[in-house]
Protein backbone atom coordinates (compact mmCIF):
# COMPACT_ATOMS: atom_id res chain seq x y z
CA UNK A 1 0.00 0.00 0.00
CA UNK A 2 1.27 3.21 -1.09
CA UNK A 3 0.33 6.61 0.72
CA UNK A 4 -2.13 7.65 -1.52
CA UNK A 5 -4.25 5.13 -3.39
CA UNK A 6 -6.59 5.21 -6.38
CA UNK A 7 -8.51 3.06 -7.35
CA UNK A 8 -10.73 2.09 -10.43
CA UNK A 9 -12.37 6.02 -9.69
CA UNK A 10 -15.02 7.00 -11.43
CA UNK A 11 -16.55 10.62 -11.58
CA UNK A 12 -19.52 11.23 -14.26
CA UNK A 13 -21.08 14.85 -14.15
CA UNK A 14 -23.34 13.99 -17.19
CA UNK A 15 -22.25 15.77 -20.16
CA UNK A 16 -18.34 14.74 -18.59
CA UNK A 17 -16.65 11.35 -17.34
CA UNK A 18 -13.27 10.79 -15.43
CA UNK A 19 -12.04 7.83 -14.98
CA UNK A 20 -8.66 7.06 -12.93
CA UNK A 21 -7.56 3.19 -13.03
CA UNK A 22 -4.94 4.07 -10.45
CA UNK A 23 -2.71 6.10 -9.44
CA UNK A 24 -0.33 5.22 -6.28
CA UNK A 25 1.77 8.08 -4.57
CA UNK A 26 4.53 7.52 -1.69
CA UNK A 27 5.47 9.76 0.79
CA UNK A 28 6.93 12.76 0.16
CA UNK A 29 5.98 12.53 -3.94
CA UNK A 30 5.56 15.57 -5.71
CA UNK A 31 3.11 15.16 -8.88
CA UNK A 32 2.49 17.31 -11.46
CA UNK A 33 -1.00 16.64 -13.58
CA UNK A 34 -0.74 18.52 -16.90
CA UNK A 35 -3.12 18.24 -20.10
CA UNK A 36 -5.54 20.37 -22.54
CA UNK A 37 -7.84 22.61 -20.86
CA UNK A 38 -10.90 20.75 -20.07
CA UNK A 39 -9.17 17.14 -19.87
CA UNK A 40 -10.41 16.35 -16.31
CA UNK A 41 -7.37 17.46 -14.12
CA UNK A 42 -9.38 20.12 -12.00
CA UNK A 43 -12.41 17.81 -11.82
CA UNK A 44 -10.14 15.05 -10.58
CA UNK A 45 -8.26 17.04 -8.17
CA UNK A 46 -11.68 18.58 -6.34
CA UNK A 47 -12.77 14.73 -5.91
CA UNK A 48 -9.38 14.24 -4.18
CA UNK A 49 -10.55 16.89 -2.05
CA UNK A 50 -13.94 16.11 -1.04
CA UNK A 51 -16.18 18.32 -3.55
CA UNK A 52 -17.37 15.69 -6.06
CA UNK A 53 -18.69 11.99 -5.02
CA UNK A 54 -17.41 9.68 -7.21
CA UNK A 55 -19.45 6.46 -8.54
CA UNK A 56 -17.20 4.00 -8.35
CA UNK A 57 -13.72 3.71 -7.05
CA UNK A 58 -11.93 4.62 -3.89
CA UNK A 59 -9.46 6.86 -2.62
CA UNK A 60 -7.14 6.01 0.33
CA UNK A 61 -4.55 8.48 2.54
CA UNK A 62 -2.51 6.77 4.85
CA UNK A 63 -4.32 4.23 5.20
CA UNK A 64 -7.63 5.40 5.40
CA UNK A 65 -10.53 5.44 3.29
CA UNK A 66 -11.34 8.68 1.68
CA UNK A 67 -13.72 8.10 -0.24
CA UNK A 68 -16.92 9.16 1.20
CA UNK A 69 -15.42 11.67 3.93
CA UNK A 70 -17.05 15.02 3.69
CA UNK A 71 -13.76 17.25 3.17
CA UNK A 72 -13.32 18.76 6.68
CA UNK A 73 -12.26 15.69 7.87
CA UNK A 74 -9.97 14.42 5.07
CA UNK A 75 -6.91 16.26 6.17
CA UNK A 76 -6.54 17.56 2.70
CA UNK A 77 -5.62 21.47 1.58
CA UNK A 78 -6.15 23.09 -1.58
CA UNK A 79 -4.95 26.02 -2.80
CA UNK A 80 -6.74 27.48 -6.48
CA UNK A 81 -5.36 29.37 -9.22
CA UNK A 82 -7.77 32.87 -7.34
CA UNK A 83 -6.58 32.17 -4.26
CA UNK A 84 -10.12 32.38 -2.50
CA UNK A 85 -9.38 34.57 0.86
CA UNK A 86 -12.26 36.15 2.69
CA UNK A 87 -12.19 39.61 1.84
CA UNK A 88 -13.42 40.44 4.81
CA UNK A 89 -10.55 39.04 6.84
CA UNK A 90 -7.09 40.44 7.68
CA UNK A 91 -4.24 37.90 6.15
CA UNK A 92 -3.69 36.73 9.90
CA UNK A 93 -7.43 36.05 9.86
CA UNK A 94 -7.30 34.40 6.42
CA UNK A 95 -4.36 32.23 7.40
CA UNK A 96 -5.40 31.42 10.87
CA UNK A 97 -9.41 30.27 9.67
CA UNK A 98 -8.40 26.48 9.35
CA UNK A 99 -6.07 26.25 12.55
CA UNK A 100 -9.05 27.70 14.68
CA UNK A 101 -10.77 24.61 13.71
CA UNK A 102 -7.92 22.34 15.39
CA UNK A 103 -7.18 24.69 18.70
CA UNK A 104 -8.63 27.35 20.90
CA UNK A 105 -4.96 27.93 22.42
CA UNK A 106 -4.99 31.59 21.12
CA UNK A 107 -1.51 31.98 21.78
CA UNK A 108 -0.39 29.03 19.44
CA UNK A 109 -2.61 29.96 16.75
CA UNK A 110 -0.68 33.52 17.09
CA UNK A 111 2.83 32.02 16.72
CA UNK A 112 1.87 29.47 14.27
CA UNK A 113 0.45 32.26 11.85
CA UNK A 114 3.78 34.79 12.56
CA UNK A 115 6.20 31.83 12.02
CA UNK A 116 4.89 31.00 8.93
CA UNK A 117 3.85 34.05 7.59
CA UNK A 118 7.80 35.05 8.14
CA UNK A 119 9.02 31.89 6.08
CA UNK A 120 6.33 33.20 3.05
CA UNK A 121 7.70 36.37 3.57
CA UNK A 122 4.38 38.02 4.00
CA UNK A 123 4.60 38.92 8.34
CA UNK A 124 4.74 42.60 6.91
CA UNK A 125 1.02 42.21 5.35
CA UNK A 126 -0.34 40.22 8.32
CA UNK A 127 -3.01 43.08 9.47
CA UNK A 128 -3.99 44.09 5.95
CA UNK A 129 -7.10 42.87 3.64
CA UNK A 130 -6.93 40.69 0.34
CA UNK A 131 -7.94 43.83 -1.45
CA UNK A 132 -4.89 45.87 -0.92
CA UNK A 133 -2.55 42.91 -1.56
CA UNK A 134 -0.42 42.10 -4.98
CA UNK A 135 -1.22 38.89 -6.85
CA UNK A 136 1.99 37.16 -5.46
CA UNK A 137 1.11 38.22 -1.77
CA UNK A 138 -2.31 37.04 -2.30
CA UNK A 139 -1.00 33.36 -3.15
CA UNK A 140 1.92 33.58 -0.69
CA UNK A 141 -1.45 33.91 1.64
CA UNK A 142 -3.63 31.07 0.35
CA UNK A 143 -0.63 28.60 0.24
CA UNK A 144 0.33 29.78 3.86
CA UNK A 145 -3.07 28.92 4.93
CA UNK A 146 -3.47 25.68 3.01
CA UNK A 147 -0.44 24.30 4.68
CA UNK A 148 -0.28 25.81 8.09
CA UNK A 149 -2.83 22.93 9.41
CA UNK A 150 -0.73 20.57 8.45
CA UNK A 151 -2.22 18.65 5.72
CA UNK A 152 -1.79 15.00 5.10
CA UNK A 153 -2.02 15.69 1.19
CA UNK A 154 -1.52 19.52 -0.61
CA UNK A 155 -3.33 19.65 -3.74
CA UNK A 156 -2.86 22.75 -6.09
CA UNK A 157 -4.80 23.77 -8.73
CA UNK A 158 -2.73 26.15 -11.47
CA UNK A 159 -1.66 28.43 -8.38
CA UNK A 160 0.79 30.12 -10.61
CA UNK A 161 -0.93 30.77 -13.90
CA UNK A 162 -2.08 34.49 -12.58
CA UNK A 163 1.19 35.72 -11.85
CA UNK A 164 4.37 37.21 -13.76
CA UNK A 165 7.26 35.34 -14.53
CA UNK A 166 9.15 37.01 -11.43
CA UNK A 167 6.24 36.04 -9.34
CA UNK A 168 6.24 32.48 -10.25
CA UNK A 169 9.51 32.12 -9.79
CA UNK A 170 9.88 33.19 -6.64
CA UNK A 171 6.60 30.78 -5.55
CA UNK A 172 8.13 27.82 -7.17
CA UNK A 173 11.62 28.68 -5.03
CA UNK A 174 9.03 28.48 -1.90
CA UNK A 175 7.05 25.28 -2.69
CA UNK A 176 10.41 23.82 -3.09
CA UNK A 177 11.73 24.55 -0.09
CA UNK A 178 7.87 23.37 1.45
CA UNK A 179 7.93 20.28 -0.24
CA UNK A 180 11.77 19.79 1.57
CA UNK A 181 11.26 21.22 4.86
CA UNK A 182 7.58 19.31 5.40
CA UNK A 183 8.26 16.34 2.91
CA UNK A 184 4.75 17.08 2.36
CA UNK A 185 2.62 15.15 -0.80
CA UNK A 186 1.32 17.13 -3.33
CA UNK A 187 -0.59 16.75 -6.18
CA UNK A 188 -0.26 19.82 -8.83
CA UNK A 189 -2.28 20.72 -11.68
CA UNK A 190 -0.50 23.25 -14.25
CA UNK A 191 -0.96 24.26 -17.94
CA UNK A 192 2.88 25.12 -17.44
CA UNK A 193 5.52 22.84 -18.06
CA UNK A 194 7.93 24.69 -15.95
CA UNK A 195 6.17 23.21 -12.95
CA UNK A 196 7.50 19.93 -13.76
CA UNK A 197 11.33 20.99 -14.43
CA UNK A 198 11.26 23.33 -10.78
CA UNK A 199 8.92 20.90 -8.33
CA UNK A 200 8.16 17.35 -9.63
CA UNK A 201 9.56 13.71 -8.86
CA UNK A 202 6.39 12.57 -11.26
CA UNK A 203 4.60 13.54 -14.00
CA UNK A 204 0.94 12.12 -15.06
CA UNK A 205 -0.87 13.51 -18.72
CA UNK A 206 -4.38 13.47 -18.56
CA UNK A 207 -6.62 13.83 -21.67
CA UNK A 208 -10.77 13.11 -22.51
CA UNK A 209 -11.23 12.24 -18.50
CA UNK A 210 -8.03 9.73 -18.26
CA UNK A 211 -4.41 9.38 -17.17
CA UNK A 212 -2.85 8.78 -20.42
CA UNK A 213 0.91 8.43 -18.95
CA UNK A 214 2.52 8.48 -15.82
CA UNK A 215 5.71 7.90 -14.26
CA UNK A 216 8.93 9.60 -13.25
CA UNK A 217 9.60 12.74 -14.32
CA UNK A 218 12.68 11.46 -16.29
CA UNK A 219 10.86 8.74 -18.00
CA UNK A 220 7.58 10.74 -18.87
CA UNK A 221 9.68 13.69 -20.18
CA UNK A 222 11.98 11.84 -22.38
CA UNK A 223 10.17 8.68 -23.27
CA UNK A 224 6.30 10.48 -23.73
CA UNK A 225 4.10 7.92 -24.76
CA UNK A 226 2.10 7.76 -26.56
CA UNK A 227 1.67 10.22 -29.76
CA UNK A 228 -0.23 12.48 -27.83
CA UNK A 229 1.82 13.34 -24.74
CA UNK A 230 4.97 13.63 -26.77
CA UNK A 231 3.39 16.37 -29.07
CA UNK A 232 1.86 17.93 -25.83
CA UNK A 233 5.03 18.09 -24.18
CA UNK A 234 6.67 20.02 -27.18
CA UNK A 235 8.79 16.86 -28.69
CA UNK A 236 9.91 16.90 -31.81
CA UNK A 237 7.51 13.93 -33.87
CA UNK A 238 9.22 12.32 -36.77
CA UNK A 239 7.78 9.02 -38.83
CA UNK A 240 10.69 6.63 -40.29
CA UNK A 241 11.45 3.43 -41.33
CA UNK A 242 13.63 1.33 -39.25
CA UNK A 243 16.52 0.01 -41.51
CA UNK A 244 18.36 -2.19 -38.96
CA UNK A 245 20.98 -2.44 -35.97
CA UNK A 246 24.64 -1.99 -35.99
CA UNK A 247 27.44 -1.91 -32.57
CA UNK A 248 23.71 -1.40 -30.34
CA UNK A 249 22.55 1.49 -32.58
CA UNK A 250 18.81 1.15 -34.17
CA UNK A 251 19.30 3.03 -37.80
CA UNK A 252 15.79 4.95 -38.91
CA UNK A 253 14.86 6.69 -42.18
CA UNK A 254 13.12 9.83 -41.97
CA UNK A 255 12.90 11.88 -45.42
CA UNK A 256 16.39 10.19 -46.36
CA UNK A 257 18.15 11.23 -43.16
CA UNK A 258 19.12 8.72 -41.22
CA UNK A 259 18.37 9.13 -37.11
CA UNK A 260 20.63 6.52 -35.01
CA UNK A 261 18.87 5.50 -31.93
CA UNK A 262 19.51 3.27 -28.80
CA UNK A 263 15.63 2.39 -28.77
CA UNK A 264 15.09 -1.28 -30.62
CA UNK A 265 12.47 -1.01 -33.11
CA UNK A 266 11.15 -2.54 -36.42
CA UNK A 267 9.06 -1.51 -39.39
CA UNK A 268 7.17 1.99 -39.13
CA UNK A 269 8.41 3.98 -36.16
CA UNK A 270 7.60 7.12 -34.45
CA UNK A 271 10.51 8.84 -33.31
CA UNK A 272 10.03 11.80 -30.03
CA UNK A 273 13.05 14.47 -29.42
CA UNK A 274 13.49 17.15 -27.18
CA UNK A 275 14.51 20.42 -28.65
CA UNK A 276 17.25 20.73 -25.55
CA UNK A 277 18.59 17.72 -26.75
CA UNK A 278 19.62 18.96 -29.91
CA UNK A 279 22.78 21.27 -30.03
CA UNK A 280 24.12 23.86 -32.61
CA UNK A 281 27.68 24.40 -33.70
CA UNK A 282 28.59 26.62 -36.13
CA UNK A 283 31.54 24.52 -37.29
CA UNK A 284 32.54 21.10 -37.78
CA UNK A 285 34.46 19.06 -35.07
CA UNK A 286 34.39 15.80 -33.12
CA UNK A 287 31.32 14.96 -31.07
CA UNK A 288 29.73 12.41 -29.49
CA UNK A 289 26.86 12.95 -30.87
CA UNK A 290 25.97 9.94 -33.56
CA UNK A 291 23.63 11.83 -35.12
CA UNK A 292 25.19 14.88 -37.14
CA UNK A 293 23.53 16.89 -39.93
CA UNK A 294 23.67 20.02 -41.71
CA UNK A 295 20.97 22.45 -41.14
CA UNK A 296 19.44 25.71 -42.01
CA UNK A 297 18.29 28.34 -40.25
CA UNK A 298 13.82 28.74 -40.78
CA UNK A 299 12.28 30.67 -38.08
CA UNK A 300 13.87 32.14 -34.53
CA UNK A 301 11.39 32.20 -31.91
CA UNK A 302 12.07 34.64 -28.78
CA UNK A 303 10.85 33.91 -25.44
CA UNK A 304 11.58 35.15 -22.00
CA UNK A 305 14.22 32.18 -21.50
CA UNK A 306 14.71 30.29 -24.40
CA UNK A 307 15.42 30.29 -27.89
CA UNK A 308 13.78 28.18 -30.29
CA UNK A 309 15.42 27.57 -33.37
CA UNK A 310 13.76 26.19 -36.45
CA UNK A 311 16.27 23.74 -38.77
CA UNK A 312 15.78 22.44 -41.92
CA UNK A 313 17.22 19.48 -42.63
CA UNK A 314 16.41 18.51 -45.89
CA UNK A 315 12.38 17.70 -46.11
CA UNK A 316 12.20 17.56 -42.09
CA UNK A 317 12.41 20.72 -39.91
CA UNK A 318 13.68 20.16 -36.48
CA UNK A 319 13.13 22.77 -33.24
CA UNK A 320 16.13 23.08 -31.10
CA UNK A 321 15.82 25.15 -27.90
CA UNK A 322 19.37 27.32 -26.85
CA UNK A 323 19.97 30.22 -24.58
CA UNK A 324 19.79 33.81 -25.61
CA UNK A 325 23.13 33.70 -24.79
CA UNK A 326 24.18 30.65 -27.39
CA UNK A 327 22.03 32.55 -30.26
CA UNK A 328 24.25 35.74 -29.93
CA UNK A 329 27.67 33.80 -29.46
CA UNK A 330 27.14 31.55 -32.52
CA UNK A 331 25.60 34.25 -34.71
CA UNK A 332 22.26 32.13 -35.28
CA UNK A 333 20.20 34.08 -38.09
CA UNK A 334 17.78 33.12 -40.58
CA UNK A 335 19.31 31.63 -43.61
CA UNK A 336 22.04 30.69 -42.11
CA UNK A 337 23.75 26.82 -42.28
CA UNK A 338 24.90 25.09 -38.98
CA UNK A 339 25.74 21.35 -37.52
CA UNK A 340 23.12 19.58 -36.18
CA UNK A 341 24.23 17.30 -33.42
CA UNK A 342 22.06 14.90 -31.14
CA UNK A 343 23.59 12.05 -28.95
CA UNK A 344 21.63 8.77 -29.70
CA UNK A 345 20.37 7.96 -26.72
CA UNK A 346 18.02 11.43 -26.95
CA UNK A 347 16.11 10.17 -29.93
CA UNK A 348 13.42 7.85 -28.87
CA UNK A 349 11.11 5.29 -30.18
CA UNK A 350 7.94 5.86 -28.99
CA UNK A 351 5.64 3.93 -30.85
CA UNK A 352 5.04 2.64 -34.66
CA UNK A 353 3.13 4.46 -36.63
CA UNK A 354 -0.80 4.44 -37.01
CA UNK A 355 -0.61 3.17 -33.59
CA UNK A 356 0.23 5.76 -31.59
CA UNK A 357 -3.26 6.07 -29.80
Not at 12 to 21: K, S, T
Request: proline letters at 4%.
Amino acid sequence: MSFLDIDNLEIDLGEFVVRVDELHLSRGDYLVIIGPTGSGKSIFLETIMGFFEPISGTISLDGADLTTLPPEERDVSIVYQDHCLFPHMTVEENIAYGLRKQTEMKENIHRQVHEIAAMMGIDHVLNRYPGTLSGGELQRASIARAIIVNPRLLLMDEPFSALDQRTKISLRKLIADIRDNFETTVIHVTHDLDDIWWLSNKVAVMNHGKIIQMGKKEEVINKPSPYFVADFLGANILEGTVKGQVNGLTSVNVNSNIFRTVDCGEGSVILSIRPENIMIAADPFMASAQNIFKGTVEDIIETSRIVYVNLRIGDIVLTSAVTPGAVTELGIRTGEEFQVLIKATNVRIIGEKNKNG
